[in-house]
């Protein structure tokens, strides 16, 4: 047996883990969201191109990370988050730094869903790893820790990448993040662990066993039975409305700072840190609140209220104080919604697929992240402004708060706490 000593360095794995976790997707998000709204205005200068093929390129990444994900969540459950995590951390640097080889919208689409490929395996196979090494009563404290790591990597590219882009070009911004990320292969190799079992250990936190067993399911539950339940269906709509209305503003708002409102860039590429810094407090706060008044409420007030911080995006214009007020509180709120529906999975569905079902969840985020950037980019060249499209967003922010309220917990799954 595994001697557990050599494991705890005065806390326990999981911890390690978590940090090892925080770091990857601290890489994966500056690169998916951060790099992007921050360098696209340069991009669409430099490489001559029209706010909709601005789109197509983000959508390259989102239709490969759709069609991924799913696989990410299956090959999590049987072979593990480490060798997932490792493996696809290669594809995610490597495909960041030919972004910045990129000459023709063509290349940069097709660079940049190598990328989709690798980030696939970040989010989803962390989550679950997470979620094994934390017990029931501490699981909404890591899952919005590890959210934070997301804030806190976009976030920073808001401060460290203009700073690149007017000393260099925006190529450099991303031959730098493509080296990170393949630095972190080395990392999660030597950190990760898939379950505490492995080395000795429990699960840090509370709680007799996270979910009980749904009966009405089988112990290695298909794909098939999974879909014909109506929560999975309400969760994945709604996940697909919110992954709309967030990705509608969150895509664009550099853009929209900088070509239609005619903010200075550097002051326009801020709103991504505020974005990211405020989405660290709200991921935490609301993942600790949905512990105590569950997730579906959470949710429910999380989409409803994002929708109102949209239209207040809309309607304050260029005044940079209410301005970035508005986008204080869509950060807020943004920051919650993937740690809640990776929550959810775990909570809606038994343990034994977990992975499984947050990563079919995961297509449906991908579709409005697929559909999203075209949309939008296409809407503001037809219209001549972002302002139409992102009140679509607003709306189908609307319609995810409405349909999650549906929700209903089956008798099956009990929290089991002492």
């Known amino acids: 047996m595994t001697d557990p000593k050599k494991y705890t360095l005065g806390m326990h794995w999981g911890w390690v883990v978590l940090g090892a976790s925080f770091i990857t997707l601290f890489i994966n998000y500056s690169i998916r969201i951060g790099a992007y709204p921050i360098l696209l205005p340069e991009m669409i200068k430099d490489l001559h191109m029209s706010k909709t093929q601005a789109g197509i390129i983000k959508s390259a990444f989102s239709i490969t990370y759709l069609l991924f994900a799913p696989l990410m969540g299956w090959l999590t459950d049987r072979i593990g988050g480490r060798k ?13 730094f030919l972004m910045g080889e990129a000459e023709t919208f063509t290349t940069a689409s097709i660079f940049f869903s190598i990328v989709g490929i690798g980030s696939a395996a970040m989010w989803v196979p962390a989550a679950a790893l997470i979620q094994r090494w934390f017990g029931v009563r501490k699981r909404g404290l890591a899952l919005g820790i590890l959210n934070a790591s997301a804030g806190a990597g976009f976030g920073m590219m808001g401060l460290i990448l203009p700073t690149i882009v007017m000393r260099n070009s925006w190529r450099y911004g991303w031959f730098s993040l493509g080296i990170a990320g393949m630095i972190l292969l080395l990392l999660n190799w030597l950190l990760l662990r898939d379950k505490p079992e492995e080395i000795g250990l429990s699960p840090w936190g509370g709680g007799v066993d996270e979910v009980g067993e749904d009966l009405s399911f089988s112990k290695k539950l298909s794909y098939i039975e999974m879909m014909k339940g109506s929560r999975f269906w309400i969760i994945g709509i709604s996940y697909l409305a919110i992954s709309y209305g967030s990705y509608s503003v969150l895509d664009f708002i550099v853009t929209y700072g900088t070509m239609e409102l005619k903010i200075p860039y550097p002051i326009s590429s801020l709103f991504i840190t505020i974005i990211a810094f ?15 008044i569950g997730r579906k409420k959470s949710l429910v007030i999380i989409y409803l209220l994002l929708a ?9 214009g260029n005044q940079v104080l209410p301005l970035m007020v508005g986008i ?17 999975s775990r909570d ?7 992975g499984t079902a947050l990563g079919l969840l ?8 697929m ?13 001549g402004t972002f302002q139409w499209p992102f009140g679509v967003g607003a709306f189908a922010s609307l319609f995810a708060g409405f349909l999650i309220g549906f929700l209903k917990r089956p008798k099956g799954l009990i929290r089991q706490e002492d």
């Not at 995961?362 to 992240?369: Q, R, V």
């Open 362 to 369: 995961t297509i449906f985020y991908g579709l409005g992240a």
């Open 371 to 383: 559909m999203t950037p075209i949309l939008t980019g296409y809407m503001a060249d037809v219209t």
């Open 278 to 292: 405020s989405g660290v407090i709200g991921g935490i706060v609301w993942m600790i609140l949905s512990d105590t």
């Open 308 to 316: 109102a911080s949209i239209l207040f995006i809309i309607f304050v």
């Open 348 to 354: 809606y569905f038994p343990k034994e697929v977990a």
């Open 84 to 96: 997932v995590i490792s493996f696809f951390c290669l594809l995610l640097g490597g495909g960041a």
């Open 328 to 344: 204080g509180g869509f950060g807020f709120l943004y920051g919650a919604i993937f740690p809640m529906v990776a929550a959810c």
